[in-house]
């Protein structure tokens, strides 16, 4: 499966529900367990960081996959963190759900302090102060599955 064929078999359908696309996003889920981690990174990885502007890109549904297969991930945590500066919808927690559950909490806090010193942007900086909430929340929801009330 290409990132097109991906875009392809994702795409909403007219008059679909959301139970059917979720049963959609559940089937292309089931094909891209087929493929190696390698490729399915390299299909979900760059939509899930991308814009949800572009109105055409499946980027919700991108990131849910990308964090319910949990392929490898092929490059360090910095340049994960650094690909999310451009366009990431920090609304999107799925992508760094994903990074934590792959490098863990310490090392994606740690990426993203790196990352940082880097950056000028005010825009970047706030995207970075929203990857350390995303991580923050995850820890939480975590500890709160693991602890007994």
């Known amino acids: 499966m290409t990132k097109e064929e991906f875009m392809s078999a994702i795409a909403c359908r007219p008059g679909e529900s959301l139970r059917d696309h979720d049963d959609v996003v559940n089937g292309v889920g089931e094909k891209l367990r087929k493929l190696t981690d390698e490729q399915q990174f390299q299909i979900l990885f760059p939509i899930a960081v991308s814009s949800q502007s572009h109105g055409d890109f499946p980027v919700l549904d991108a990131a849910i996959l990308l964090q319910r297969l949990s392929p490898e991930c092929p490059i360090v945590c910095e340049d994960a963190i650094m690909a999310l500066l451009p366009e990431w919808d920090v609304s999107i927690e799925q992508v760094v759900f994903y990074l934590v559950a792959r490098c863990g909490s310490k090392r994606v806090r740690e990426a993203a302090s790196d990352v940082e ?15 350390v909430y995303w991580v923050g929340i995850y820890d939480e929801v975590r500890a709160s599955q693991i602890s007994p009330p």
């Open 117 to 131: 010193r880097q950056i000028t942007s005010e825009r970047d900086k706030a995207t970075i102060r929203a990857v």
